[in-house]
């Protein structure tokens, strides 16, 4: 079998929930993973781990209320040591971390001073900062003086100015509770906007994008010069388009009237929002998109809603993000429903016909499944915006920032927050 992992110089890239523990060794010189795995239920009576290592697939039991220690414990001695990595191949590991506040506008080096400035940021995310903290502290037992990296979802968005991200609530809200907009998904919509620079051949700070993010959380962003001027998601990821489970935006007076009249208590509020509603909750039947495209075809009326109102948010950020930015060099489609949904694209777009958008079917339809290029007719109609299929690769950007970073002796590396931008 070929071996695709380059010696050394790889980055175990961890992404740790609450309950769960995603990992994956990444070269980062070209993205190829070489492992993968998801340690699952953990803290619960029958946690796992089940992973991929170079294309086979392997599951085990962990022992009762295993959490994020046993799972990179596991990784070490039974995965990587079986498979025949050794622990100098791996070169320093990558955080995903949710939420960085307004103290990191780039990737940083972990070290005391950073960690501490993570758990400031866990109010704005208990459930994923709290789970971070545990698997750097885990991972620094693990592979106790290898550098290891933070890698944060809200740092692209730190360029936002204070008018897209400031709420239109009292400013004391802001300054004493950092109560603003910081958005998410910040490392696909600079991955994908960083790639659609070099599809069209220009430099990042040269193109406009518009790049939607749609899994089953989604989020859409408007890119000036290669920095995010504006997204979706606000101070938590409920704000913006409509999602899996999630309702994105509603009028806030939805809250009280929840509250006061029909005496929800906040766990049923946040539930409501957060798990019961969104495609979900407008079709009755299914948060998936794949399932409810199948359904709609077959008449399911809820499943044909859910999926109306998806795409006509969608097209209604677009539009708007039209007014943010100077011009617009191209719109990009990631995440799982972007990338592999012809069906929503196809509606997105038709509606956005006013702006000039317009589809190719059978580009649409090429591209999915991974593939990567143009779905607007061939050029000769040159007023039809670009609009781009490109697969997300969160875990290479995490791999790449982490090798460059402790390649590298600058202010990031030193692992100081950067400070409010
Ligand atoms: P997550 O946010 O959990 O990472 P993903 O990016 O994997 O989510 O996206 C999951 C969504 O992508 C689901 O709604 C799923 O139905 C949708 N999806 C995946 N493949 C297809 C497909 N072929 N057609 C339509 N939707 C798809």
Not at 301 to 329: N, P, T, W
Not at 331 to 353: C, H, K, M, W, Y
Request: glycine share 12%; with cysteine.
């Amino acid at each position: 079998m070929p071996n695709k992992r380059a010696n050394g110089g790889q980055v175990l890239v961890l992404n740790c929930g609450s309950s769960s523990l995603k990992f994956a060794l990444i070269d980062p010189r070209n993205g190829n993973a070489s492992l993968s795995g998801l340690g699952d239920s953990l803290g619960h009576s029958v946690p796992s781990v089940s992973w991929k290592i170079d294309g086979e697939k392997h599951s085990a039991a962990l022992p009762v209320g295993a959490k994020h220690t046993e799972v990179i414990e596991f990784v070490v001695t039974n995965i990587l040591s079986g498979g025949g990595i050794l622990r100098a191949d791996v070169a320093a590991i990558g955080h995903r971390v949710v939420h960085g506040g307004e103290k990191f506008s780039h990737s940083v080096l972990i070290n005391e001073q950073v960690i501490s400035a993570i758990q400031d940021c866990v109010a704005l995310a208990p459930l994923h900062n709290s789970a971070h903290l545990q698997g750097i502290e885990a991972a620094t037992k693990a592979f106790p003086g290898l550098p290891q990296v933070a890698v944060f979802d809200t740092a692209f968005h730190q360029t936002m100015p204070r008018q897209a991200y400031i709420y239109a609530l009292p400013y004391e809200l802001y300054e004493e509770h950092g109560i603003r907009r910081y958005g998410m998904h910040g490392t696909s919509h600079r991955f994908v906007s960083e790639r659609a620079a070099d599809l069209l051949g220009k430099a990042k700070a040269d193109v406009n994008i518009i790049s939607a993010h749609l899994g089953n959380g989604a989020s859409i962003a408007a890119i000036q010069a290669g920095k995010s001027v504006d997204t979706s998601m606000g101070l938590t990821p409920l704000e913006g388009l409509v999602m899996g489970t999630r309702c994105g935006d509603v009028d806030p007076g939805l809250l009280l009237h929840l509250g006061v009249r029909l005496d929800y208590c906040m766990k049923e509020i946040n539930d409501l929002l957060n798990k019961k509603s969104g495609l979900l909750g407008i079709s009755q039947l299914s948060n998936d998109c794949r399932a409810l495209e199948q359904a709609a075809t077959e008449g399911h009326q809820g499943a044909q809603l859910a999926l109306e109102i998806f795409c006509y948010r969608l097209a209604k950020y677009i539009a708007s993000y039209h007014g943010v930015l100077s011009h617009v060099d191209a719109l990009v489609f990631t995440g799982g429903i972007g990338e592999n949904s012809a069906f929503i694209r196809e509606n997105v777009l038709n509606r956005l016909n006013g702006l000039g958008y317009r589809v190719d079917e059978t580009r649409n339809l090429e591209m999915r499944f991974g593939a990567e290029g143009a779905i607007e007719p061939p050029s000769g109609t040159t007023t039809t915006p670009k609009v781009l299929v490109i697969p997300t690769n969160e875990e290479w950007v995490i791999a790449r920032d982490a090798a460059q970073i402790i390649a590298s002796g600058n202010s990031a590396a030193s692992g100081q927050p950067a400070g409010g931008s």
